[in-house]
T-cell receptor, first 114, second 111 residues
């Protein structure tokens, strides 16, 4: 069974803290994605990666960075958390070997910044 | 850069009835996918329809695609309580691997 896991389901951090969200997939997928989901706004792409050490900005990269040192792991970093980064964060992966780009999602991390 | 827009935003129906959700998009696509999200969870892929297909079925799901109108619909027949979820369309517009999600339809099934 394919699996995408995220390090935490719920996280509470203080303003100004550095926050790491980890995502691991076991499907040997080339592509990995980080989204944030807010009510009424759907999913917005923060960053994505096509390969190890590769990264591309999505639609809302400001205030975030990413790291992909290994194929199975994609980390999202909030350098200095702010209250407007309170959100649900979803990680996904997909195979570059198909033309359909079906994405497999993790369960999400609900981050609250106080 | 949202492309898919779902309609309605929310839908409440009686168990056993059919549910229809619509998705419209702005620019040409390679394919369109539908995903389901149960409350507070990740998204699960339901079905994909390619730009050269007009209709596709999977169990109680029926998806149609009208590229001339840039729209798609998802029909869930004989709804069940377990179908209560948010449903998102996602469009693939280029050779890149990323897809663009709409804002979703919240479906509630009343017992």
């Amino acid at each position: 069974d394919v699996k995408v896991t995220q390090s935490s389901r719920y996280l509470v951090k203080r303003t100004g803290e550095k926050v790491f969200l980890e995502c691991v997939q076991d499907m040997d997928h080339e592509n990995m994605f980080w989204y944030r989901q807010d009510p009424g706004l759907g999913l917005r792409l923060i960053y994505f990666s096509y390969d190890v050490k590769m990264k591309e900005k999505g639609d809302i990269p400001e205030g975030y960075s990413v790291s992909r040192e290994k194929k199975e792991r994609f980390s999202l970093i909030l350098e200095s958390a702010s209250t407007n980064q309170t959100s649900m964060y979803l990680c996904a992966s997909s195979s570059a070997g198909t033309a359909t780009y079906e994405q497999y999602f993790g369960p999400g991390t609900r981050l609250t910044v106080t | 850069s949202q492309q898919g827009e779902e309609d309605p935003q929310a839908l409440s129906i009686q168990e056993g009835e059919n549910a229809t959700m619509n998705c419209s998009y702005k620019t040409s696509i390679n394919n369109l996918q539908w995903y389901r999200q149960n409350s507070g969870r990740g998204l699960v892929h339901l079905i994909l329809i390619r730009s050269n297909e007009r209709e596709k079925h999977s169990g109680r799901l029926r998806v149609t695609l009208d590229t001339s109108k840039k729209s798609s619909s998802l029909l869930i027949t004989a709804s069940r309580a377990a179908d209560t979820a948010s449903y998102f369309c996602a469009t693939d517009h280029s050779s890149a691997s990323k897809i663009i999600f709409g804002s979703g339809t919240r479906l509630s099934i009343r017992p």
